[in-house]
T-cell receptor
Framework: SQQGEEDPQALSIQEGENATMNCSYK?????LQWYRQNSGRGLVHLIL?????REKHSGRLRVTLDTSKKSSSLLITASRAADTASYFC??????????????FGKGTKLSVIP | DTGVSQNPRHKITKRGQNVTFRCDPI?????LYWYRQTLGQGPEFLTY????????KSRLLSDRFSAERPKGSFSTLEIQRTEQGDSAMYLC???????????????FGPGTRLTVT
């Protein structure tokens, strides 16, 4: 079952604008991660934020985490056409069997128009 | 290339046939995961290996599915008597050992796209 829910499901912006995607989840987590997936390809890890962190930056990416609201946001600044992809949030939590499997949302499809 | 590799990249098969996919993880990663992704959805967990031991299986993994990781290196996922509902992207991921309760990002392979006709 999907734990995270991304919002919006689709987002279209002009190159140079900022893109913000939100993620909500249901159960307690160890980490929250964001991944990017270009059409028909594997997932690329973008950023990991631990449950005791509130904000993290990596290049043009900024991620926030609010564990009290069980939500996270991903901000991509100064977007480029190459940022066009689907973005997924994923949570990991101890399952009891030691897997720390990732539970993904359905993703936000971002289109950056040149 | 030292990333996660998967073979084949694409597989078209007729309903009822058996298929096998292979995943080669990053060499120092002892944890390996299989996920399935259908169109418009995020990946869903199928099964997990720590070294050669299969420690967790999702309820999505019916008895037609079997996975192995002999010697704790590469892994195979076999689907017997394929059905049209098995059509999906099958993703493999690997990651470093958990240390002091700290987990790490997962590295995904390019996936195997299965089409059952």
């Amino acid at each position: 079952s999907q734990q995270g829910e991304e919002d919006p499901q689709a987002l279209s912006i002009q190159e140079g604008e900022n893109a913000t995607m939100n993620c909500s989840y249901k159960t307690s987590i160890n980490n929250l991660q964001w991944y990017r997936q270009n059409s028909g390809r594997g997932l690329v890890h973008l950023i990991l934020i631990r449950s005791n962190e509130r904000e993290k930056h990596s290049g043009r990416l900024r991620v926030t985490l609010d564990t009290s609201k069980k939500s996270s946001s991903l901000l991509i600044t100064a977007s480029r056409a190459a940022d066009t992809a689907s973005y997924f949030c994923a949570t990991d939590g101890y399952s009891g069997a030691g897997s720390y499997q990732l539970t993904f949302g359905k993703g936000t499809k971002l289109s950056v128009i040149p | 290339d030292t990333g996660v590799s998967q073979n084949p990249r694409h597989k078209i098969t007729k309903r009822g046939q058996n298929v096998t996919f292979r995943c080669d993880p990053i060499s120092e990663h002892n944890r390996l995961y299989w996920y399935r992704q259908t169109l418009g959805q995020g990946p869903e967990f199928l099964t997990y290996f720590q070294n050669e031991a299969q420690l967790e299986k999702s309820r999505l993994l019916s008895d037609r599915f079997s996975a192995e990781r002999p010697k704790g290196s590469f892994s195979t996922l076999e689907i017997q008597r394929t059905e049209q509902g098995d059509s999906a992207m099958y993703l493999c991921a690997s990651t470093s050992p958990v240390r002091q309760g700290i987990t790490y990002e997962q590295y995904f392979g390019p996936g195997t796209r299965l089409t059952v006709t």
